[in-house]
């Protein structure tokens, strides 16, 4: 097992380099310095590094113990993790100074999560989903509600989760069947809730005060469908006017799941209404619940992009590691015995998985960096365009940040040959614990079709047009920098190949009769291509970047390997995304055709 360095230097390059640290020029940001910023990526480094990272192993080995009272015991030594981060404030910085938070920028919040997921994905969902639940309260929660409940979840002292999942409704939410009974004979405006929700994450356990549920649920006369769902804050403890805690609310925590990774995390099966019925309060208008419930949603799937990129980060680092240590074979260059890492196939998975996770980053990151426009900038126009980029990016990020962190993560464990598929060098779990991010928060499928359908047929692929002008801007001017010109050839290719797929599904998404089946089938190719595009184009504006830091005189390594990653990037992974655009060409026949039943 080797130890985990949160990446600053790269988090830094991102942010200073590509991004221009154009989150601090924006109203509200005027006392966010980039010293503050170094300062806060430092200190997240420390706390991710020292603290979090070495629980991974032992969490994953001990997992989580479901007791005899319905209670949750977390692994040893998570719940003081967690209060490291909470004492620290972590909690609290992306969220507004409004609500108590620190009010610094989503990309620094986002740098900072990155860090965390890396260092332990399964303690960094606690956190990520009382983000959630912060979000879709200061949206849509009362006065009331707002004034009880936002501080604890700011402070971290309370953590929050999303009940959404039933047995017989998972993506289809239209089928939720969880009941909230009025009670106007009771004293106070609530509600009693009965039903079961499944795959709740960190939905019990050890680590806070209290526990916030926000959850989906029908009045009994609402209408079938969506819009007869409202949304409930549940919490574990009653809580009283004045913020102390009462009795043990009606909810309990029926078991958790034995899952493939993430082991550190509780899931759990939450039942609510065994006795009198869990007391809960509505959030926002009643039949919104779903509407309600997506800006939570929204929140989160960024975040899983994130997390993926941080298990993708740290499966890099182990394989370098090893690769670095494991003597095998002779070297290439005919000078005795050498470590894998000298040989040529080894160096392939190692670029491979080190330019694709920086790519991946810089996008992730320029999308927190947009959210911060959209939040922030002065000038509605300016907001307006910033979300409607936001809105394409997000599926993206989700999507195609979580797959390639499981082929990531995969190619890891191929560097490590035989090791690394034994659980004590720690890639394995890595694998394990990445490949649930293409499905929670909405399956990956889910995203494609986000994508491909509302949001490109909604604007008529307005948005995301603009971002390919942008990738032909840095083709443009990679093509003008000496030693760069076949990068700027291949990312104009690049972005030519997504302007035809985008009028493919433009064109065949509006047919009245076929168009359903065009976005269902093209979907996931689309995604992919599109994914591939958007993070050539960031590889191809970082060997930009590096090319001028060592045209400055810089020989720090750090800018040749960066150039080595974006030449990997554009000339040998981008070829492979644009094949997607062959797929969708190819038509719908094949998926037509297939009879499952005969299967």
Known sequence: MFPFAAPVRDLRFVLEELLEQRSLDLPGFEETSPDLVEAVLEEAARLSGEVWAPLNASGDRQGCVRREDGGV??????????????????????????????????????????????????????????????????????????????????????????????????????????????????EGDHYRLFGQKIFITWGEHDASENIIHLVLARKPDAPEGNKGISLFLVPKFLVDADGTLGERNDVTCASIEHKLGIHGSPTCTLSFGEGDGAIGYLVGEEGRGLNHMFTMMNEARHKVGVQGIGVAERACQHAFAYALDRVQGRSPRGDGESTISGHLDVRRMLLSM????????????????????????????????????????????????????????????????????????????????????????????????????????????????????????????????????????????????????????????????RGIDAVQAYATPFLSLTGHVLCAWQMGRAALKASVAQAAGSSEPFYRNKLAAADYALRQWLP????????????????????VAAH
Not at 365 to 387: F, G, K
Not at 582 to 589: D, P, Q
């Open 73 to 186: 015991t977390l692994p040893d030594g998570f719940a003081e993790a967690y209060q490291a981060y909470v004492e620290g404030g972590w909690n609290g910085i992306g969220v507004s100074q409004a609500l108590g938070g620190q009010g610094l920028p989503e990309v620094v919040a986002s740098s900072v999560q990155e860090m965390l997921h890396g260092a332990n994905m399964a303690l960094g969902l606690c956190p990520m989903l009382t983000a959630g639940a912060i979000e879709a309260l200061a949206h849509h929660g009362s006065d009331i509600l707002k004034a009880i409940y936002l501080p604890k979840l700011v402070e971290g002292s309370w953590t929050g989760t999303m009940n959404l999942t039933e047995p017989q409704a998972g993506s289809d939410l239209s089928k939720v069947r969880t009941r909230a009974v009025p009670c106007p004979d009771e």
């Open 354 to 513: 080190r330019a694709r996770t920086d790519a991946l980053r810089a996008l992730a990151l320029y999308c927190a960096a947009e959210l911060d426009v959209a939040r922030h900038a002065a000038e509605a126009t300016e907001r307006e365009a910033a979300q409607a980029r936001v809105d394409v990016l997000i599926p993206v990020v989700k999507a195609f940040s979580t797959d390639q962190a499981v082929d990531i993560a995969s190619l890891g464990v191929q560097v490590h040959g035989g090791m690394g598929y034994i659980e004590e060098t720690g890639a394995a779990q890595l694998l394990r614990d990445a490949r649930i991010a293409p499905i929670y928060e909405g399956t990956n499928g889910i995203q494609a079709l986000d994508l491909a359908g509302r949001k490109l047929q909604r604007d008529g692929g307005t948005a995301l047009a603009s971002l390919i002008d942008d990738v032909e801007t840095t083709a443009r001017a990679l093509q003008q920098q000496e030693g760069l010109e076949v990068l700027g050839e291949n990312l104009a290719a690049g972005a030519a190949d997504l302007r035809a797929a985008m009028a493919i599904l433009l064109e065949q998404g509006s047919d009245p009769e």
């Open 576 to 595: 492979v995304g644009r094949g997607n655009l062959r797929v969708i060409e190819a038509g719908l026949a094949s998926l037509a055709d297939l009879d």
